[in-house]
């Protein structure tokens, strides 16, 4: 039996991103969108070393408070739409479980890190184009509050939820 793949993904608090769920319920077409609104950190870790990835992970989420990241600017993505993260502790805390899971992360997770909301994708560019254009004339600044990281198995399509590690208080 072969085990769904580990997605990571830094944990918000969920009022800071209740404007970027209705966003993308709005924007993102409804036969892909099986989530809110997220950051990934990780997009496929392999899922036989769930355990161990959580108790390497449990070690780096110790050593890491609560931080503010910023909503820095919307990015196109040809097919979609997304909004920037600027955040230097976001980056710390990604390099640090990069560093713990070793070898386990895939291709993706090997090029540089881009933090990011995904609100649209897999549309047509004229689509991404208007939407892109909408959300860069109406960018006001935003701060998300970062609380700890989630674990998911990837089902397909649908994540399922394993695991909240909070940071300490």
């Given amino acids: 039996m072969t085990l769904p793949p580990i997605i990571v993904t830094a944990h918000a608090a ?3 991103m209740a404007y ?3 966003v993308r319920r709005k924007h993102f077409p409804p036969h892909r969108n099986f989530l809110n609104a997220h950051i990934t950190l990780f997009h496929h870790l392999p ?3 769930f355990g161990e990835a959580s108790s390497l992970a449990q070690e780096v989420v110790a050593q890491t408070m609560p931080f503010i990241a910023e909503v820095s600017g919307v990015r196109h993505l040809g097919g979609g739409v997304a909004f920037e993260i600027m955040s230097l502790e976001l980056e710390t805390l990604r390099a640090n479980l990069f560093r713990a899971f070793g070898s386990w992360p895939g ?3 090997r090029q540089k890190f881009k933090p990011h909301i995904t609100v649209q994708n897999k549309v ?3 689509s991404a184009d208007t939407l892109y254009d909408a959300l860069r004339a109406g960018l006001e600044p935003r ?13 397909g399509g649908p994540w ?3 695991a909240f590690l909070p940071f300490p208080q």
């Fill in 14 to 16: 969920p009022g800071d």
């Fill in 20 to 22: 970027f769920d209705q």
């Fill in 47 to 49: 899922g036989r070393v």
């Fill in 107 to 109: 291709p993706q997770d």
């Fill in 124 to 126: 047509e560019k004229a």
């Fill in 143 to 155: 701060h998300i509050t970062i609380l700890g990281i989630d674990l998911w198995d990837y089902l």
């Fill in 160 to 162: 399922g939820h394993r």
